[in-house]
């Protein structure tokens, strides 16, 4: 039988962040669809009357969730930027290795202070406050 070429897969390539951004770009797209379920799951829970509302707000109140809800929102956050980094990169701009590189780091920092911004602004819409009085 006639030995066909091989597919390249990771074993292939040289491991460097870009590939990591191209993994978490889509690592992002997956969690932010399951942050959307939850949040469809919170909006039916508000519909449904004060009983779910209360029940669906008292398993949002968990530190766990809250530490969830924070990466959620940075999930979709980051695959958004991401997104408008691709859509740009449709055009034929930003695919030189220095541009991808300074434009990978844009999205990074972007999509970390957005994502704090967006917890703040909700923090602050919600009354929480990071002041601890005595």
Request: proline letters at 4%.
């Amino acid at each position: 039988m006639k030995q066909r070429p091989l597919s390249p897969h990771l074993g292939v390539y040289k491991f460097a962040y870009t590939m990591s951004l191209s993994i978490l770009h889509r690592i992002t797209g997956c969690a932010a669809a399951v942050g959307f379920l939850l949040f469809v799951w919170w909006l039916m829970a508000l519909a449904s009357g004060p009983d779910a509302y209360a029940h669906a707000m008292h398993a949002l109140n968990s530190p766990l969730a809250k530490l969830l809800l924070a990466g959620f929102a940075f999930s979709f956050v980051y695959h958004f930027c991401n997104g408008i980094r691709h859509l740009v990169w449709d055009t034929g701009r930003g695919l030189e290795r220095a541009q991808a590189r300074r434009s990978a780091a844009v999205v990074t920092v972007a999509a970390l202070l957005l994502t704090a911004a967006a917890i703040w602004f909700g923090c602050q819409a919600m009354g929480f406050s990071a002041a601890v009085t005595p």
